[in-house]
């Protein structure tokens, strides 16, 4: 079972929630938890550890001067210009690349081979006996996120139990995530900013076609809005996490509630329950 | 020589623009015919990697100068690359005023590497 984990607005507690959930579950199975905001990855900071690296490289043209003939097809091609037919070459900017491949296809020479270009790795650990943690990490200024997405998934390919952490926003690194999922927690706060994000993001995944519940973190109590569209959209609230600042102390210290407060490994396994429930497959 | 000038409209009279890759179009003066040709820039509304591809337009129109506002990082590759010169235009004036400043001498060449 793939379990993913989003929210549309960022900072409402996406990655809380997932390690929180992992380290509850890895208590009574083997879980894979796929760190999968690749650019800026933050799980390891909970679950410090040793780690395994695989570099994660995309393919990016490159030009043969003796079959090129400069018409300028690939450039003319190329949406994200990063191919510039010059007068006398061409000029190939790497990191404007998106791997689509059509440079390749588009030049009547056989001129573009594609080879290989690292933007990522991949660190992967053992922190807990039977917790496996894999890190998607894309490096600084590269555009290619969805990538070291895929090769996160991957590795933890196989697995009975995986856990998916994504990025905020609801754009191509987000349904990257969903992709293959069985069901997906939405985490939102009890603020305009969340639920308008809320909204966003529960559109994207009815559109990937992925069954989900929400958890409402930092809850003040005054929750009328976003149950409201939680009803409205059939979405189940499945766990409420108060605005504490016993939690928030725990947290701020790379602290898990499930494991360090009384009363929440209960809830995590509670929440687990609801999402098997919702995901409507076995565990 | 060819001399392309970012413009925010065809002809000569139009007003220089300053962005360089998203300009809404080129136009392209023959310094010894006097002749310009103006093409509208379908890059305008493009996602990204404007400049690379908006040089490539410069070269295939033979264009050996290029008179613009300022041009983004990756455009000044292209530009240094393919041999072409830029030259900043910070005035508020046409495509003629432009190539009028540029044949005095007086407009700065834009750091490109």
Same mark, same amino acid.
């Given at each position: 079972m793939k379990i993913a984990i989003a929210s549309g607005k960022g900072g409402t507690g996406k990655s809380t929630v997932a390690a929180n959930l992992a380290c509850t579950l890895s208590r009574s199975r083997e879980v894979v938890l796929v760190d999968c905001d690749v650019e800026e990855p933050n799980l390891h900071l909970f679950f410090p550890a040793t780690t395994v690296d695989v570099p994660v490289t995309t393919p990016v043209p490159e030009i043969d001067p003796a079959r090129?003939? +400069?018409?300028g097809e690939c450039g003319k091609f190329c949406r994200f210009g990063a191919l510039s037919v010059l007068k006398d070459r061409v000029l190939v900017f790497p990191e404007l690349c998106h791997s689509c491949g059509g440079c390749s296809l588009v030049c009547p020479q056989g001129a573009v081979r594609e080879v290989p270009r690292t933007v990522g790795r991949v660190a992967c650990s053992? *922190? +807990? *006996?039977?917790l496996v943690l894999i890190s998607g990490v894309l490096n600084e200024g590269e555009v290619q996120a969805p990538a070291v997405i895929r090769a996160a998934k991957l590795l933890a390919e196989g697995h009975p139990l995986t856990l998916y952490d994504a990025s905020p926003g609801i754009a191509c690194p987000v349904i990257e995530t969903l992709e293959g999922s069985d069901a997906c927690i939405l985490v939102t706060e009890s603020t305009p900013f969340g639920l308008h994000d809320l909204r966003l993001a529960a559109e994207v995944v009815e559109r990937v076609g992925i069954p989900a519940g929400v958890v409402i973190n930092r809850s003040d109590g005054k929750d009328e809005e976003t149950l409201d569209f939680c009803r409205e959209r059939g979405l189940p609230v499945i766990m409420t996490i108060p605005f504490s600042r016993e939690i928030a102390a725990v947290q701020n210290r790379g602290g898990l509630i499930a494991a360090l407060l009384p009363g929440w490994e209960e809830r995590f396994v509670a929440l687990f329950e609801a999402v098997v429930k919702i995901a409507g497959v076995s565990p | 020589m060819i001399v392309g000038i970012t413009a925010r409209a065809a002809g000569t009279d139009a007003p220089v623009e300053q962005r360089f890759g998203r300009a809404p179009y080129f136009v392209f003066v023959d310094t010894e015919t006097g002749k310009a040709e103006s093409v509208e820039n379908p890059l305008v509304d493009a996602a990204g990697g404007v400049g690379p591809r908006a040089v490539q337009m410069f070269s295939e129109h033979g264009a050996t100068v290029v008179i613009t506002g300022q041009v983004g990082g990756n455009a000044a590759k292209a530009l240094e690359v393919g041999g072409i010169k830029a030259y900043a235009y910070r005035g508020s004036g046409s495509v003629a005023d432009a190539l009028a400043q540029y044949t005095a001498g007086n407009l700065q060449p834009l750091p490109l590497a």
């Open positions: 090129c003939t +400069l018409c053992r *922190p +807990l *006996p039977a | -």
